[in-house]
């Protein structure tokens, strides 16, 4: 990478970075507790790092504390991460347009995609004055960076102290949250979200919390498809 192209990203690392700081105290914190729990199973920070790196994804990662403890097979792993990540698939066809001008960034972008990175690209890669394919990145390492400390530090604590991770998990629902009320504060666009909330707590009564994710995706999905189509966009 050239000089010119570490000035462009130092600089989006630089502007990326407050947007982020909210993130930041979820990730180590989740992270944390994952890279505890891994200790506490019998493996080290080496596999905190690894998986952290090249994983990448929270729900996955907790659920491998299990599969690696118990040694369960590596098809049964594969189908488990496939299921618990199917989400992702959604996400990921919703940023084709955005990551398609740029080509050698698009693969990094596609890999790092999680929840919150894709939550706060839409919100404020739009609106900034910079390069959208640098900022985007930088909002996607500096997350990937924050999750990895998070992993690795959780690991090394593990080996010294053990530590009650009951309640935790709130901490990553309390993140969506704020997001949620920044994008409905910016965009002033109100019917979208709250339909989302609308559709996931009917599915939620009908499928159940271990269920109901998937449909309500497919139905929001197929809203959002239908009322494009009809060319009446929601506000």
């Known amino acids: 990478m050239d000089s010119s192209k570490l000035g462009m990203f130092a600089l989006s ?3 990326a970075l407050p947007y982020t700081l909210s993130i930041f105290v979820g990730y180590v914190l989740m992270g944390g507790v994952f890279g505890m729990l ?6 080290g920070a080496l596999w905190a ?3 952290s790196v090249f994983i990448y994804a929270g729900a996955t990662q907790f659920a491998c504390v299990g599969l690696l403890a118990n040694g369960v097979g590596l098809l049964e792993a594969f189908v488990l991460a496939m299921m618990i990540n199917a989400r992702q698939i959604f996400y990921a066809l919703s940023c084709l347009n955005l990551f398609a001008p740029y080509p050698k960034k698009k693969w990094y ?8 990175t ?12 910079i390069d959208k394919g ?13 999750w990895i400390l998070g992993c690795v530090g959780g690991a090394i604590l ?38 989302g909330v609308l559709v996931s707590f009917v599915c939620l009564l009908l499928f159940g919390k ?26």
């Open 13 to 15: 690392l630089r502007t």
């Open 38 to 43: 891994l200790s506490q199973a019998g493996f």
């Open 49 to 51: 790092l690894g998986m």
């Open 109 to 116: 972008l596609a890999f790092t995609l999680t929840d919150e």
């Open 118 to 129: 894709f939550a706060l690209i839409h919100l404020k890669a739009k609106h900034t004055k």
């Open 134 to 146: 640098y900022f985007m990145c930088a909002v996607a390492f500096l997350h990937h960076s924050y």
């Open 158 to 195: 593990g080996g010294y102290v053990s530590i009650n991770m009951q309640g935790m998990e709130f901490v990553m629902n309390a993140i969506f949250i704020v997001l949620f009320i920044d994008v409905c504060k910016n965009t002033k666009r109100y019917k979208a979200p709250f339909m």
């Open 210 to 235: 271990e269920l109901f994710l998937l449909p309500a995706l497919v139905l929001i999905c197929a809203l959002l498809f239908y009322d494009t189509m009809s060319k009446k966009p929601i506000q």
